[in-house]
């Protein structure tokens, strides 16, 4: 099994910028993020293979945040510029035994504690 402890949630104008990271202990799996507002199901947001050679973003988020992962840290990290208000929602940390490009949360073996994400407008 794998523990994931996010970081880097907060509070930004929109337009603004944030970098989420997820620090990994145990074995190395694929990983991702999802996010989830109050009465609305999680949603996929970002995955990467293990080796950090497949990602996949939704398309609601394509183009304005990336995904990227340091196998020497065992971290995961996701960039996210030019936020919009309604990107607001918690965003967990997952972990996959196997990759995909759209996983659902069934997929997920582990998920971090969510970190939250405000944009105002």
């Known amino acids: 099994q794998v523990q994931l402890v996010e970081s880097g949630g907060g509070l930004v104008q929109a337009g603004g910028s944030l970098r989420l990271s997820c620090a990994a202990s145990?074995?190395?799996?694929?990983m991702g993020w999802f996010r989830q507002v109050p009465g609305k199901e999680r949603e996929f947001v970002a995955s990467i293979s293990w080796g950090g050679g497949r990602t996949s973003t939704a398309d609601s988020v394509k183009g304005r945040f990336t995904i990227s992962r340091d196998a020497a840290k065992n971290t995961m990290y996701l960039q996210m510029n030019s936020l919009k208000p309604e990107d607001t929602a918690v965003y967990y940390c997952a972990a996959f035994t196997v990759y995909s490009s759209n996983p659902s949360p069934r997929d997920v073996a582990s998920w971090g504690q969510g970190t939250q994400v405000t944009v105002s407008s």
């Open positions: 145990g074995r190395t799996m694929s």
